[in-house]
């Protein structure tokens, strides 16, 4: 998952202003208590950021792919 695409994922599945703020105050114990964007801005892999954050959101499995997106093989 390309840095662009977890941005569009998290739009998509939170909306504009809620994506923000999850992805800058929710804390992701997977990653050391750092948020998604401090993950992400310090190189971690976005895929798993990504899934760490459907985790922590109670987003349903069925959409850990992204909205409308197709899940990974």
Do not use: N
């Not at 941005?7 to 105050?25: H, I, K, L, N, S």
């Not at 801005?41 to 798993?48: C, P, V």
């Not at 922590?56 to 990974?72: E, M, N």
């Amino acid at each position: 998952m390309r840095v662009s695409e977890f941005w569009q994922a998290v739009r998509d599945e939170f909306g504009e202003p809620y994506g923000q703020m999850v992805t800058r105050d929710l804390v992701l114990t997977e990653f050391g208590d750092r948020t998604s964007a401090q993950a992400i801005a310090s190189g971690e892999d976005t895929r798993a950021v990504w899934i760490a954050l459907c985790r922590a959101s109670d987003v349903p499995k069925s959409r850990w792919h992204g909205v409308g997106q197709l899940p990974q093989r």
